[in-house]
């Protein structure tokens, strides 16, 4: 949310809350699909799941297919191959690798490592594009790694000393 705030501010100092809103719909939904996805999972393999996720979002898109049939003979090679590139890597191959990981792990611990997301977003920003981050998009992005951190860290225990304390019991009754 900071790192969204801070990149849709413009040069007026103005902020798109529609933007804003609609990354949190966007969050919303992603979150819906994803506890969806889990008990799916025990019906299907990951490339199944993935499949027919892809499917119920090319239904949802059916309405614009009159739109895309119009448009793609008129748009540039580039534009068409930057859409087969985005249906191929980002959405079968990433959410097949999604699901498949999702099958092995608890959501909630495998959704926290998306929050890592908005960080390497403007990691590669900068360094590929030179969009030179604002402090509060640091200030974001260090926020979102510290809940990965947080959520990924387990307490140790030392199986050891508990070990010791049994055969100590064990042997005084």
């Known amino acids: 949310m900071v790192v969204g705030l801070s990149m849709s501010s413009g040069g007026d100092g103005s902020t798109s809350m529609l933007g804003v809103a609609l990354c949190l719909l966007a969050a919303v939904a992603y979150a819906t699909g994803v506890v969806a996805q889990k008990p799916a999972l025990s019906c299907g393999t990951p490339l199944q799941i993935t499949t027919y996720s892809c499917l119920t979002g090319a239904l949802?898109?059916?309405?614009?297919?009159?739109?895309?049939?119009?448009?793609?003979?008129?748009?540039?090679?580039?534009?068409?191959?930057?859409?087969?590139?985005?249906?191929?890597?980002?959405?079968?191959?990433?959410?097949?690798t999604w699901t498949y990981a999702l099958a092995r792990m608890p959501a909630g611990k495998l959704g926290a490592t998306t929050y890592a997301v908005p960080a390497i977003v403007v990691a590669l920003s900068w360094s590929l594009l030179g969009e030179v981050p604002a402090w509060l998009t640091l200030l974001g992005g260090l926020l979102c790694l510290t809940g990965v951190a947080v959520s990924r860290y387990r307490r140790r225990t030392d199986g050891r000393r508990g070990a010791l304390l049994v055969s100590g019991l064990r042997r005084a009754g």
């Open 60 to 96: 949802a898109c059916l309405p614009f297919t009159g739109q895309l049939v119009a448009e793609v003979p008129r748009a540039p090679l580039p534009a068409t191959l930057d859409m087969v590139y985005l249906g191929v890597v980002p959405t079968a191959l990433a959410f097949t």
